[in-house]
């Protein structure tokens, strides 16, 4: 299966639209696991190699099918922005109803920091308010972190 990743862009008249930028392979139909999403990310967009911190949004229809890969944000060596607005802008304009976000600790440590859980859950909430759910947020480093494994998506 071959998943498409967008990129946001501005119109003639300065909107934001959707522009698809490349396609990644993925060998299965759906995302039934954090690992899935890990690998993905390791071997498509080889995530556990970036020198600055990304952050992707994996958009996902009722049944758990990719709709969508979007690179978030790009920003520094141990940070990078995680604004809701750009996050639900993304999911809304591909029909998503449910997202997976993955971002990189170029350090290796997966371990989230305290940052990371108080960005989580703000985007958790604002995705209740808008009928997406939050199905994960991973961090990818040498392995992985899952929230949702772990008990942090409460």
Same mark, same amino acid.
């Given at each position: 299966?071959?998943?498409?990743?967008?990129?946001?862009?501005?119109? /003639? &008249?300065?909107?934001?639209? %959707?522009?698809?930028?490349?396609?990644?392979?993925?060998? *299965?139909?759906?995302?039934? +696991?954090? #690992?899935?999403?890990?690998?993905?990310?390791?071997?498509?967009?080889?995530?556990?190699?970036?020198? /600055? &911190?990304?952050?992707?949004? %994996?958009?996902?229809?009722?049944?758990?099918?990719?709709? *969508?890969?979007?690179?978030? +944000?790009? #920003?520094?060596?141990?940070?990078?922005?995680?604004?809701?607005?750009?996050?639900?802008?993304?999911?809304?304009?591909?029909?998503?109803?449910?997202?997976?976000?993955?971002?990189?600790?170029?350090? *290796?440590?997966?371990?989230? +920091?305290?940052?990371?859980?108080?960005?989580?859950?703000?985007?958790?909430?604002?995705?209740?308010?808008?009928?997406?759910?939050?199905?994960?947020?991973?961090?990818?480093?040498?392995?992985?972190?899952?929230?949702?494994?772990?008990?942090?998506?409460?």
């Amino acid at each position: 299966m071959d998943i498409t990743v967008y990129a946001m862009e501005l119109d /003639e &008249e300065r909107h934001p639209v %959707l522009v698809a930028e490349d396609t990644v392979k993925y060998g *299965g139909n759906n995302f039934d +696991s954090p #690992g899935k999403v890990a690998e993905l990310c390791v071997s498509a967009l080889r995530m556990h190699k970036m020198a /600055e &911190e990304q952050l992707f949004l %994996l958009a996902e229809d009722s049944a758990g099918h990719p709709l *969508g890969l979007f690179r978030v +944000s790009h #920003g520094e060596v141990n940070s990078t922005a995680c604004n809701p607005r750009e996050i639900y802008l993304r999911a809304l304009a591909v029909g998503a109803v449910a997202i997976v976000l993955v971002h990189n600790h170029p350090s *290796g440590n997966c371990t989230p +920091s305290k940052t990371d859980l108080s960005v989580a859950m703000r985007i958790v909430k604002a995705g209740k308010l808008l009928g997406i759910a939050v199905s994960d947020f991973l961090i990818i480093g040498d392995g992985y972190y899952s929230f949702m494994e772990q008990g942090d998506m409460k």
